[in-house]
């Protein structure tokens, strides 16, 4: 167990290691607990006693103008999004530095789902009340968009090939996982006994592991039993995965983690993420200011003239890379950049890592260097993500 963003979180589980957890969800299907409980509850898997793991908060914004607060927030298209689709953006500060990143779900043009990072509870929560506050104060009480943080809601994320398989079991017969593509959500329930009554859930197809998978979004006071329904699958295909694994996974599929790849000085297009902002929220001259999100001027800029860094994934040899080792020019030994996570690639048997570097060492296939522990290390820069990713899109027609 350790600490982090204020919260214990196994690293582990006693029967996997790391690497074998990793192997795990790439080849069977694996179970997270990336529950936010802002009240404090105790949960139990398999008699015996956890801590809940938290990663995410989950919010809901209801009302006739919550679109035009959403896309105030964040540099996102709400208005092209079908109900029940998701889509990843980024809430960004004045300076077009990253906040936090997000996935937005639309229910409907009055309904949206949003999960943020737990470890940003208060900064996110401070920035939605100012914001909402200030578009509210103009508007008549019927028409103001109510914010609703979701406490006592449990989340749990099922990742592998394995998994659609095994959540299906649980779910009616005429709701059907394969109707539901990445990107998708749907409402359901899951009967545990004929004696109880059925517990809704919220089912979004996607995660942060590369493979295919779903987050479910449960009442809290069911999300011990229908954890513990799915790992007593009959299939034995599912087993609870820890923190370790979660990190490599991630990173094998090239996705950041707030506080170590993004941070609120960085902006979309240092991050790589300029493709969360769609031509339609790029015009700048012809938005009205009200109409902009927070910080367009910023990253417009850098759009438009380029930036000093950029975030890429690595490939070191003879060495693991870890956050905030210097990235090297080969030939001049000048600190070009840093890394922010790293980690050794159960998948490819590489070490891998990601971070920034300047602007025009960018390239894929640069040979770099770095210094760690003391020690100058070969490497390149290497395209992410590092896997291919497995997510489900539907069968291509033939």
């Known amino acids: 167990m350790v600490e982090f963003g204020g919260w214990s979180m196994p690293v582990q589980y006693e029967d996997l290691s790391i690497g074998d957890s990793h192997r795990w969800v790439r080849e069977k299907c694996g179970l997270f607990d990336v529950s936010h409980m802002v009240v404090s509850i105790t949960v139990t898997f398999l008699s015996r006693p956890m801590l809940t793991l938290s990663?995410?908060?989950?919010?809901?914004?209801?009302g006739p103008?919550?679109?035009?607060?959403?896309?105030?927030?964040?540099?996102a298209d709400l208005t092209s999004l079908s109900p029940?689709?998701?889509?990843?953006?980024v809430l960004l500060n004045e300076e077009g530095g990253i906040i936090d990143d997000l996935i937005i779900t639309k229910h409907s043009d009055n309904a949206f789902y949003v999960v943020t990072n737990a470890a940003n509870a208060t900064k996110d929560y401070n920035h939605f009340t100012k914001h909402l506050t200030q578009l509210n104060a103009k508007?008549?009480?019927d028409s103001q968009t109510k914010h609703t943080v979701m406490h006592n809601q449990g989340l749990i994320a099922l990742q592998g090939p394995e998994s659609k398989h095994v959540l299906q079991k649980l779910l009616p017969s005429d709701d059907s996982l394969d109707s539901v593509h990445f990107g998708q959500s749907l409402i359901s329930s899951i009967q545990l006994s004929p004696s109880l009554p059925a517990v809704p859930v919220?089912?979004?197809?996607?995660?942060?592991?590369?493979?295919?998978?779903f987050e479910i979004s449960i009442p809290g006071a069911q999300t011990d039993a229908i954890t513990t329904a799915l790992l007593h699958d009959p299939s034995s295909s599912v087993r609870l995965i820890g923190l370790g694994a979660r990190d490599s996974l991630r990173l094998e599929a090239g996705m950041c983690l707030y506080g170590h790849d993004l941070d609120d000085t960085t902006t979309p297009v240092e991050a790589a993420l300029t493709w969360l902002i769609p031509k339609s929220r790029r015009d700048v001259e012809n938005t009205p200011a009200e109409k902009q999100f927070i910080g367009q001027a910023q990253v417009m800029n850098h759009i438009k003239n380029g930036v000093t860094r950029r975030r890429v994934g690595?490939?070191?040899e003879n060495a693991v890379p870890r956050e905030n080792m210097e990235v090297l020019d080969k030939d001049s030994g000048e600190v070009v950049g840093r890394i922010t996570s790293g980690c050794p690639s159960p998948t490819l048997g590489v070490n891998i890592g990601m971070g920034y570097i300047k602007n025009g060492l960018h390239k894929s296939g640069t040979e770099i260097a770095f210094k760690i522990r003391g020690k100058t290390r070969t490497g390149k820069v290497a395209k992410m993500p590092f896997i291919q990713t497995k997510y489900w899109k539907g069968i291509a027609p033939a």
């Open 55 to 62: 990663f995410t908060q989950q919010h809901q914004f209801t």
């Open 65 to 75: 103008n919550v679109q035009e607060y959403l896309m105030r927030l964040c540099p």
């Open 84 to 89: 029940y689709s998701s889509t990843l953006s």
């Open 139 to 141: 508007l008549p009480a």
């Open 202 to 213: 919220h089912i979004a197809r996607g995660g942060y592991t590369g493979e295919d998978g």
């Open 314 to 316: 690595f490939v070191v």
